[in-house]
């Protein structure tokens, strides 16, 4: 669900003492899954020391847990009407705690990788049904209010969670990432049994199980292709293999789809003009800039010996400056409108992606932290953009369909991204022979430069909208902003 940034009312509605609580517990959901998403990246080169792995191999520890979001965000919703709200978010809320306790335990890869789809599985749910939690049970006219209370501590996950795994892992241990999320998650699933309503709608419609299971071919089929070239060594052969295996199932679900009175992903959701642009343009701008969050922090401690705490300190200016930009995208895009907007800052975006490739052992400070903080800035204006773009045109009847492709498609392509990076990173590294880390630098460099191109070229997508996107009779203040 978005929400608007322009202002909320100047004389707030209060909200009774269960509701506050309702909120607490949902907010706090949100921003343990935000911060799992983020809090990894700067602890895998730790990790991987610890496994005794190269930390050229860890992304399936990032792949691991977005794709399994990715998967399981369409059946949340089912999932809660049929087992009722309160039922689901506890199991959701121990699935996520019994994974962060594995993960943590884990002695190898392959078993954290596993921990990992645990923890996946419990974090799809938390946000989906919490939402669907407050929609329950709280006043309509409260609705927004109570969705702006509950996204911003999604925010803040990202802003903390590279500095804080990284100080984690370097005056701590690693394995606390998950630890802090045991007690976190037990204390608000008693909460939760105590204060979230057990609702549940009075009709069950039937779930698209097929649609369902061809989805989920399809994203496992091509993340598996895509590691398998850096991570999984897989031959040619296998990988062709797997990527006509998910474009088949991609191909099957739209068939099954047209014939299907219910499916999982309505295909009228395309016959809207700027659904199908936005949704393609989050697909592969996303695939760039979602591979910049593993990529960098990897490059800081690898390539250039940062400690893991400097590198997540590094980050900060790209999540403050993408904080911080988010109030003025309303004002931007009733002045230039969602086509040009879109265009601009997606090629600046690329630019960014690429001048990241260009950091080196000589270069001041001061120019590594604006190149940062410009790169958070662009970004955040082009998921936010791009995210209201893809919703604004819905109707009622398909906003929850397509607000879940939308999540789906956002988690799945970071995953994709992750998965593409790496396989670049790995084919350069073999190339270049690089061994030392001056030579390794060069590898992250050109697998930037490759990830900053694809990015640029996305923005092709977005000049195919109308000029007239903007909406008519679209004002500052009808500009709606969805979580990112």
């Not at 190269?54 to 691991?64: G, K, N, T, Y």
């Not at 490739?357 to 790169?375: H, M, T, Y």
């Not at 819905?394 to 990076?421: D, E, I, K, R």
Request: glycine share 10%; charged share 10%; hydrophobic share 55%.
């Amino acid at each position: 669900m978005y929400y608007r940034t322009h202002h909320l009312d100047s004389d707030p509605l209060p909200f009774t003492r269960s509701t506050r609580v309702l909120l607490g517990l949902v907010a706090a959901g949100f921003f343990m899954q935000t911060l799992d998403s983020t809090i990894v990246n700067t602890a895998l080169p730790a990790m991987a020391h610890s496994l005794h792995e190269s930390p050229l191999r860890m992304q399936s520890v990032v792949i691991a847990y977005s794709l399994t979001l990715a998967l399981l965000i369409p059946a949340s919703g089912w999932l809660a009407d049929r087992f009722g709200t309160r039922s689901t978010y506890v199991t959701a809320l121990l699935l996520f705690v019994l994974g962060s306790a594995l993960c943590a335990a884990a002695p190898t890869l392959s078993l954290l990788v596993a921990a990992r789809v645990l923890q996946g599985i419990g974090g799809a749910m938390l946000l989906p049904v919490g939402r669907l939690a407050v929609l329950r049970s709280v006043p309509r006219p409260q609705y927004l209010q109570a969705m702006s209370v509950v996204t911003i501590p999604g925010l803040v996950g990202p802003l903390i969670g590279p500095t804080l795994g990284g100080w984690l892992s370097e005056y701590s241990s690693w394995h606390w990432i998950f630890l802090i999320n045991i007690p976190i998650g037990l204390l608000g699933a008693t909460a939760t049994f105590r204060f979230m309503p057990q609702s549940r709608p009075a009709g069950l419609e039937r779930f698209d199980v097929g649609g369902f299971a061809m989805i989920a071919v399809a994203m496992v089929s091509i993340s598996l292709a895509l590691d398998g070239v850096s991570e999984l060594h897989f031959q040619l052969s296998v990988v062709m293999l797997l990527f006509v295996v998910g474009l088949a199932a991609l191909s099957a679900y739209w068939l099954h789809a047209a014939q299907w009175a219910r499916p999982l992903f309505a295909p009228a959701l395309f016959r809207i003009p700027t659904f199908g642009i936005g949704l393609l343009g989050n697909l592969f701008a996303r695939i760039g800039a979602g591979s910049v969050p593993f990529l960098l922090p990897l490059m800081l401690q690898v390539g250039l010996g940062y400690t893991p705490a400097h590198a997540g300190v590094m980050l900060i200016p790209t999540a403050a400056a993408g904080i911080i930009v988010r109030w003025f995208v309303v004002p931007l895009v009733a002045a230039w409108g969602y086509r040009r907007v879109l265009v601009v800052n997606t090629a600046l975006l690329g630019v960014c992606i690429v001048g990241l490739g260009l950091i080196s052992a000589g270069q001041p400070p001061w120019v590594r932290i604006v190149q940062l903080a410009l790169f958070g800035a662009i970004n955040s204006v082009q998921f936010t953009v791009m995210n209201t773009l893809t919703l604004k045109d819905l109707t009622p009847a398909l906003a929850s369909s397509g607000n879940s492709l939308l999540s789906t498609v956002q988690m799945s392509s970071m995953s994709f991204g992750v998965a593409g990076a790496a396989a670049l990173l790995t084919s350069f590294t073999q190339l270049l022979e690089a061994t030392r880390p001056e030579s390794l630098l060069r590898g992250f460099h050109a697998t930037f430069l490759t990830v900053g191109l694809i990015t640029t070229a996305s923005a092709w997508i977005f000049g195919q909208l109308s000029g007239e996107v903007r909406g008519r009779g679209e004002t500052e203040e009808s500009v709606v902003v969805p979580p990112p």
